[in-house]
């Protein structure tokens, strides 16, 4: 038995670890049909992390992805499942594939260094989701898994038309872009945003993950646009 018991043991803690990744398909982005790339290449250096400067995301850190704040049952993009690469790794990686799907600049590549006379930096202060945690949808899925195949089938579908309030907020501040010697050649600020509504929960809290993927998209999507115009008739 003690055999069994610890052969068992690393199995089920395995199976406890969940990874959350970053990510989002950019084969549909759409471009607009008057807006034109910068003629550059551009080397996106990994943002800085600098979350932690930040009270309100401590959260994330310091707690599983369902907690209790300010008295209220919560589901939160904890970090404790972004643990195959670090989030700035992530978020930058998918923002330069964004970038290239948009032409924005005739080429935008991930801490290559190579062959770009410019790179830009910046820092990330907030990646942040949080909604209300639903025991309604807790129930349906744990009902019907106790009526077999069909009943589990029922049990989520109900879950997954259920939603609850929520909040998303992403912010990347100190954008820069940089000759390849250092010269500064663009401040180009803070960009945020807040993203609040009704999002979907099954009970379980991994769908706020899905959401904040989601809601980084259409951050992404805005903030290049927003380099876009910044930069067309920037001195480069």
């Given amino acids: 038995m003690k055999k069994l018991l610890l052969f068992s043991l690393p199995i089920i803690l395995i199976s406890c670890v969940t990874s959350r990744y970053i990510n989002y398909s950019v084969n549909n982005i759409i471009v607009p049909k008057d807006a034109e790339s910068i003629p550059i290449n551009v080397d996106i250096r990994t943002l800085t992390d600098n979350r932690a400067m930040i009270e309100d995301n401590m959260v994330l850190f310091t707690d599983p992805r369902e907690t ?3 008295k209220k049952r919560m589901c939160i993009n904890s970090e ?3 643990n195959q690469e670090s989030v700035v790794n992530q978020i930058t990686r998918i923002l330069v594939k964004h970038i290239n799907s948009a032409k924005l600049f ?3 590549t991930f801490n290559e260094n190579i062959d770009s006379i410019y790179y830009l930096t910046g820092a990330l202060y907030c ?6 945690f639903s025991l309604k949808a807790k129930d349906a899925v744990a009902i019907g898994a106790m009526f077999g195949l069909v009943g589990g089938m029922i ?5 997954d038309n259920i939603k609850t309030p929520g ?3 992403i912010e990347i501040s100190d954008l820069k872009l940089f000759r390849k010697d250092g010269t500064l050649v663009k401040d180009l600020g803070n960009f945020s945003q807040e993203y609040k509504g009704d999002f979907k929960e099954n009970g379980s809290c991994w769908c706020i993950y899905e959401t904040v993927n989601v809601k980084l998209k ?3 999507t805005k903030l290049i646009e927003k380099l876009r115009v ?3 008739n920037a001195k480069l």
Avoid: C, P, R, W
Wanted: glycine content about 10%; charged content about 15%.
């Fill in 80 to 82: 404790k499942h972004y």
């Fill in 155 to 159: 049990g989520g579908a109900i879950s």
């Fill in 230 to 232: 910044d930069l067309m």
């Fill in 106 to 108: 005739s080429n935008a």
């Fill in 167 to 169: 909040t998303i907020v």
């Fill in 68 to 70: 209790t704040i300010n």
């Fill in 127 to 132: 990646f942040y989701g949080e909604q209300e």
């Fill in 218 to 220: 259409d951050f992404n």
